[in-house]
């Protein structure tokens, strides 16, 4: 399942993602300043801030959208200001809209992004075959993604998001709008692409999803505020939960803003 | 199979998959055209002459007679003094009034003779073609006995001898249309693709901005065609307009056209949020300048001095000389090159500013 690739004489040891210094300005504003970090193949990373502290901007370089003002960022394998085609074939992604069509069915939505990812027409074929049956909605696939229940479509944009076997899947605030049990199940899923070897990089605005998180880091004004497992970070804050870290970090942040 | 391809198989699904918009697409130059050959006439029929005949002599009285007998003019009244005109004009019992000078006979003897036709300045159009027909018949009259031309008639009107109002604004729809089609759904398509969320995951994805718009843009080109050529064939058939010149010509210029409209929604569609801002944009800042700058439905010339120059920055305008040189006078390259020029000038600035549109967004 992995991308044959020359350029890297290891890949196993290479990290999934690794900035260093990895900065970008818009005019005199920063908005990720200087932000280190790597996350290991196979981890299941929460990538948490307040609304803009910079978490979104610092995804789009990650995932080849936004080139960096300065510093540099790997992801895949592949440097994303050099090479952010190679990156963008090497990574799934799902925001927290699902970015399913609701007028197609659901066999149409995983052709498409199938095909967008150069899959084969029998790779689609198969692939889609195991997802519906995965999901169990070997019955659902010619019905449109419109009249699915939001949790249906939620796990439906996620195995989509995988359809192609990317090395790291990029969830943005993927559970967004979806109620407790749903949410739980859908963590059920993310254990099980992590377990299959598939690095997955998440924002999330919910703390207990941040407990379920192998590593946590945390942005703060374009900088990572905190880095560590979810019982590192709640030690040294002397919190009992992610929620206390979170508004130790996030609070005198909000207050110095003018 | 490739990114491209199953992008575009997706954005045909979209459209077969929407019938009633995909309805409204294909039965709108339908509509258009029943609706301006029919109802929406320009023709001027029934106008009320009146004459006022200072001369009343043999010569005024059989021009007089001239007048009356014309199928689309009708004889009000017949008066001496030339004060009546403006009070009749006023109260509307006439529409137009030929004014004939006290020495008419003795300069039709000398042999240039002047005839004044006066028409009602409060509706421009009608008051023109009412004018129109009166000087038509004066000057038919005069050729007729054989004597000089009184008035001469306007040149313009040789390539539309009838004045059909059909010939007229088939140019204009076509225009119209293609430019609700291309620029109106795509700009919606990719409003739609924003506001819900799937653009990102579009970016994020392999495929480049390049092919996201040309994918987004194809489909409606192959509509754009569809319908150009409904207008045409309804055109045609319906109304008898015919198309003189080279209908490859036509369709050429057609496509040019079209690719300046979709650029221009690609460029709208960058720079707005939603559907709704989408639409407003494309109709605010497109479809009324292509209605009312381009020529359809007002005539550039008597539009006032320093509103004649922003006619041409709109595509329409140009995209419309070209229609009705093809069309209506049978012109070719030789004489439409300029226009054509113009109008490619115009869609490859379109068509760069839409691509950088797209890559600005990213950056």
């Known amino acids: ?258 | 199979m490739s990114p491209f391809a199953a992008f575009v198989v997706k954005e045909t699904r979209h459209i077969l998959r929407d019938r009633q918009t995909l309805a409204v697409l294909l039965l709108l130059p339908v509509v258009m055209v029943l609706l301006f050959g029919y109802a929406i006439r320009t023709d001027v029929e029934d106008v009320r002459v009146l004459v006022a005949d200072a001369s009343r002599d043999a010569r005024s009285q059989d021009l007089t007679r001239a007048l009356a007998s014309t199928t689309a003019l009708r004889l009000v009244g017949v008066v001496a003094n030339a004060g009546a005109v403006e009070p009749a004009l006023r109260a509307g019992e006439a529409d137009v009034a030929l004014v004939i000078g006290p020495d008419f006979a003795r300069q039709l003897a000398r042999g240039t003779a002047e005839v004044l036709v006066v028409g009602d300045g409060v509706v421009p159009n009608y008051a023109a073609t009412a004018q129109a027909y009166v000087r038509t018949v004066v000057s038919q009259w005069a050729a007729e006995g054989g004597g000089p031309p009184l008035v001469r008639t306007s040149v313009r009107m040789r390539f539309n001898p009838t004045l059909a109002s059909q010939n007229l604004f088939v140019p204009g729809l076509l225009a119209f249309v293609l430019t609700l089609v291309s620029a109106l759904m795509t700009a919606i398509s990719i409003a739609r693709e924003k506001e819900r969320g799937t653009m990102e995951v579009l970016l994020v994805s392999p495929l480049r901005p390049a092919q996201i718009v040309v994918g987004k843009v194809a489909p409606y080109l192959a509509l754009a065609f569809v319908n150009a050529l409904t207008t045409l064939a309804l055109a045609a058939i319906v109304f008898g307009v015919p198309v003189r010149g080279s209908v490859t010509l036509l369709l050429a210029a057609s496509l040019v056209y079209v690719l300046a409209s979709l650029a221009i929604g690609v460029l709208v569609s960058s720079r707005v949020p939603d559907q709704r801002a989408a639409m407003m944009g494309v109709l605010l800042g497109l479809l009324m300048p292509t209605l009312a700058l381009s020529g359809f439905v007002f005539p550039i010339s008597s539009m006032p001095g320093w509103l004649q120059p922003v006619t041409n920055v709109v595509p329409a305008t140009w995209f419309i000389l070209v229609v009705r040189g093809v069309m209506l006078k049978g012109a070719g390259l030789a004489v439409l090159w300029q226009e054509l020029a113009v109008l490619c000038g115009m869609a490859l600035v379109l068509l760069a500013l839409g691509a950088r549109s797209v890559n600005d967004r990213i950056e």
């Open chain 1, 1 to 258: 399942m992995s991308v044959p690739d020359s350029s890297l004489p290891v890949p196993d040891l290479q990290p999934a993602v690794w900035a260093r210094d990895l900065t970008r300005t818009f005019g005199d504003f920063t908005a990720v300043d200087a932000i280190t970090f790597e996350v290991a193949r196979g981890e299941v990373f929460g990538f948490l801030g307040a609304n803009g502290a910079g978490k979104t901007t610092a995804m789009k370089m990650l995932t080849g959208l936004l080139a960096p003002s300065s510093g540099e960022a790997w992801t895949a394998g592949f440097d994303v200001a050099k090479d952010p085609d190679a990156v963008k074939r090497r990574i799934g992604y799902m925001s927290q809209r699902f970015a399913l069509y609701d007028d197609l069915t659901v066999r149409e939505n995983v052709r498409f992004y199938g095909g967008v990812y150069g899959l084969t027409n029998r790779q689609i074929a198969e692939r889609t075959q195991s997802l519906l049956a995965r999901l169990g909605m070997e019955r659902l696939a010619n019905d449109l993604v419109g009249r699915l229940p939001l949790g249906w479509k939620q796990k439906l944009a996620f195995s989509v998001a995988l359809l192609h076997e990317p090395e790291v899947v990029f969830l943005d605030e993927p559970t967004g709008g979806v109620d407790p049990v749903t949410r739980r199940q859908f963590w059920e899923l993310i254990y099980a692409a992590a377990s299959d070897g598939t690095t997955v990089f998440v924002t999330t605005h919910y703390m207990d999803e941040a407990e379920y998180c192998d590593r946590v880091s945390i942005m703060v004004a374009g900088r990572i505020a905190a880095l560590g497992t979810p019982a590192e970070l709640k030690r040294q804050f002397g919190a009992d939960t992610m929620d206390g870290v979170f508004l130790q970090l996030a609070r005198p942040a909000e207050e110095a803003a003018p």
